[in-house]
């Protein structure tokens, strides 16, 4: 079965420094993979995903998340936080041997000091 | 090009009662899917829906459920409602089944049930 693990609930950097959100999954076949942001009080929007292609992908926002099939990792970076990226963050995999649903992680909450 | 459509948003029930809330895909979307989002369980898949049928369906009990009209809009029930049904109810669009877990959902801005 394909899972996710988002480590750290909360994480909280001052504006202008890195942000570095960490998402591990479990497949045992090739994944695709998504980062989802959500604002208070709204739905999930889609931030970037990796579908077997470049394993740098480039998302929305300045966000980006690399692929490394050896770490089973797909951690979402920005180089430098904003208050405006002050929301939560979701991780999710779909594996394309099986149930074509994606499994959400359980979020991660990013905070923005100014 | 308009979003993802979900009414109302904001809901009180009491327990034992009935619920049903509303979902507009985008234009040309044909498959909806539900998710139901609580802060204990994270976003939980309930089930999915394309040209009128139910696709795959979550670990949710049989109060659950859910149905899609012709012009892809869909509905999804509760019924007896727990306490424990209160949650946030997400709508997401995409073009046909799979293609969410492919090139990704778009998501409405939810439904906020309060079960009291």
């Given amino acids: 079965a394909q899972s996710v693990t988002q480590l750290g609930s909360h994480v909280s950097v001052s504006e202008g420094a890195l942000v570095l959100l960490r998402c591990n999954y479990s497949s045992s076949v090739p994944p695709y993979l998504f980062w989802y942001v959500q604002y208070p009080n709204q739905g999930l929007q889609l931030l970037l995903k990796y579908t077997s292609a470049a394993t740098l992908v480039k998302g929305i926002n300045g966000f980006e998340a690399e692929f490394k099939k050896s770490e089973t990792s797909f951690h979402l970076t920005k180089p430098s936080a904003h208050m405006s990226d002050a929301a939560e963050y979701f991780c999710a995999v779909r594996t394309s041997g099986g149930s074509y649903i994606p499994t959400f992680g359980r979020g991660t909450s990013l905070i923005v000091h100014p | ?116």
């Fill in chain 2, 1 to 116: 090009k308009a979003g993802v459509t979900q009414t109302p948003r904001y809901l009180i029930k009491t327990r034992g009662q009935q619920v049903t809330l509303s979902c507009s895909p985008i234009s040309g979307h044909r498959s909806v899917s539900w998710y139901q989002q609580t802060p204990g369980q994270g976003l939980q898949f309930l089930f999915e829906y394309f040209s009128e049928t139910q696709r795959n369906k979550g670990n949710f009990p049989g109060r659950f459920s859910g149905r899609q009209f012709s012009n892809s809009r869909s509905e999804m029930n509760v019924s007896t409602l727990e306490l424990g049904d209160s949650a946030l109810y997400l709508c997401a669009s995409s073009l046909a089944p799979g293609t969410g877990g492919m090139e990704g959902y778009t998501f409405g801005s939810g439904t906020r049930l309060t079960v009291v």
